[in-house]
Nanobody
Framework: VQLVESGGGLVQAGGSLRLSCAAS????????MGWFRQAPGKEREFVAA????????LYADSVKGRFTISKDNAKNTLYLQMSSLKPEDTAVYYC????????????????WGQGTLVTVSS
């Protein structure tokens, strides 16, 4: 298993949650990393991405200003800090690795995690 997510759970609207994605060393150091989510009955959508150097980040408009993506190089771990959560943020969140940032936003993903469920109650 190359990408392992954790940190999902149930939270009230307005609350915060931090997701983690532990990656193998090869993937972490050479691929651009990101997060996607899939709500029931909807397509998987891009949430955020960070390039392999950590110097460039991208966010979907729906989460901009509320979510923060980051990396911990010492732990080969990707994070998604989610704040001011809304019921519409409820979804399974997936960690992803892609060769380029363009690939990431175009959903040309090399590796997917298994997903972690985030439920935001109103």
């Amino acid at each position: 298993v190359q990408l392992v997510e954790s940190g999902g759970g149930l939270v009230q609207a307005g609350g915060s949650l931090r997701l983690s994605c532990a990656a193998s060393g090869t993937i972490y150091s050479t691929y651009n990393m990101g997060w996607f989510r899939q709500a029931p009955g909807k397509e998987r959508e891009f949430v955020a991405a960070i390039n392999w150097r950590g110097g460039k980040v991208l966010y979907a408009d729906s989460v901009k200003g509320r979510f923060t993506i980051s990396k911990d190089n010492a732990k080969n771990t990707l994070y998604l800090q989610m704040s001011s959560l809304k019921p519409e943020d409820t979804a399974v969140y997936y960690c992803a690795a892609a060769q380029t940032m363009t690939d990431m936003t175009a959903r040309r993903i090399s590796y997917w995690g298994q997903g972690t469920l985030v439920t935001v109650s109103s």
